[in-house]
């Protein structure tokens, strides 16, 4: 958390000084423990140990906040992996990498925030970026299998197939994760399976 503590011209010092990234990290919190209905100011507020007025210095309104979250998400969850991604220069190995990493996000607290996200896909604020998100994945796991040789067409079906088979994973270790290989090295080759076919 980017706080800093600002000291006063008495010596003393005030509270915890809040950006703008604090409140919508917060935000994104709250959207994977209980969904869009748990963004609002005052449990936010009070959990960063701040006041309402440190959350209208930063936003407008809650709808602000919630944009600017899902936007976050975006970059976090979408640019940033794909720009790790991109880092492989070998596109099977950047394939691989890909499911790898977004099938173990599932463990975590990221998997949270992506069903939060496509349960209010109609939402005014999360229904264009989701669409974007969700193409611009598409298109990029497609691009990998161009790079692989796969014609354009047959590569969009095969990028959207992984795309498809992520949500399932996805839901599946929201919903039943006993079902799912918990032990690292049955994880590994769940992957290995997936790429093989994947690429058959």
């Not at 748990?38 to 919630?66: C, M, Q």
């Not at 977004?102 to 607290?109: F, N, Y």
């Not at 270790?173 to 032990?183: C, E, F, I, K």
Request: glycine share 6%; aromatic share 6%.
């Amino acid at each position: 958390m980017s706080q800093r503590r600002v000291q006063r011209g008495d010596g003393k010092r005030t509270a915890p000084r809040l950006t703008a990234d604090d409140w919508t990290s917060e935000a994104l919190k709250a959207m994977a423990c209980g969904g869009l209905a748990a963004v609002a100011v005052e449990p936010l507020a009070a959990r960063l140990g701040a006041t309402k007025g440190s959350f209208y210095w930063h936003f407008a309104n809650r709808d602000a906040l919630i944009e600017a979250a899902v936007l976050r998400w975006e970059r976090e969850h979408t640019d940033a992996v794909i720009g790790h991604i991109d880092a492989e220069p070998d596109p099977l190995a950047r394939l691989r990498l890909l499911i790898s990493l977004v099938l173990g996000s599932t463990v975590s607290q990221d998997n949270s925030i992506e069903l939060a996200m496509l349960a209010t896909a109609d939402h005014p604020h999360v229904a264009p970026v989701l669409a974007r998100v969700t193409e611009r994945r598409v298109a990029y796991t497609a691009g990998l299998f161009v790079a692989l040789g796969w014609p354009a067409e047959e590569a969009r079906r095969r990028g959207l197939l992984a795309v498809t088979s992520y949500l399932g994973y996805a839901q599946m270790a929201h919903v039943a994760p006993g079902t799912l290989p918990a032990a690292e090295a049955d994880r590994r080759r769940y992957v290995d399976q997936t790429v093989r076919l994947l690429t058959v």
